[in-house]
């Protein structure tokens, strides 16, 4: 069985952490190559090299996280307890 509060925590922190390294991508790379158009269509009223926007980019990217941990854990904890095997 899986805990709700520690896999949205850890999914939230995951997403927050990747969305950094996606900035830094973007902002080491030529602009060909950068994600914030990406960044843009997921994150809603996000916005490419602003302060605000990063802040609201890092916010949104846990929320986001955190969600899938809310809804993964309960659907595998269901499945678990009706086809997770016992130990001896």
């Known amino acids: 069985m899986l805990n709700i509060k520690i896999v ?8 927050s952490f990747s969305f950094i390294l996606c ?3 973007g902002l080491v790379t030529p602009e060909n190559i950068h994600m914030h158009q990406f960044l ?3 994150l809603p009223a996000f916005e490419w ?3 605000g ?3 609201l980019g890092l916010v949104e990217s846990f929320a986001w ?7 993964y854990v309960p659907i ?5 307890k009706r086809w997770g095997t ?3």
């Open 8 to 15: 949205s925590w850890a999914a939230g922190t995951f997403t």
């Open 86 to 88: 016992t130990s001896a």
């Open 40 to 42: 843009e269509i997921v």
């Open 65 to 71: 996280g955190a969600y899938i941990g809310l809804v």
């Open 76 to 80: 595998y904890n269901f499945f678990y």
């Open 53 to 55: 926007g990063f802040f």
């Open 23 to 25: 900035v830094i991508y």
């Open 49 to 51: 090299i602003s302060v």
